[in-house]
């Protein structure tokens, strides 16, 4: 009983923490002067969230301002990233 249980709860474990890898590879955030947030993940790719913080979907090589007048093009759209790390911050696996 005390192995099954043991079992149950390490691979609970394991599944939660491969729910939290996105969040911790987003390696740059850009405001930009519409007021929405554009993250850039590891790979290159891109998710965007509006300026309400609620994710939304940029069509791939739109090309976007930054606040501080710097130009970037749209890679891949993950929004189900963003979703994700919103989910994971409101403690919901």
Known sequence: MIKRALAALLTSLIAASAFAVDAETV???LEL???STVYIFEDG???MEDRFGRPFMMKEGHVMETKDGQKVMMMGSEVWRIERMHDLYRGSN
């Open 33 to 35: 002067k519409d007021g």
């Open 45 to 47: 790719k891109m998710g």
């Open 27 to 29: 390696s740059k955030q």
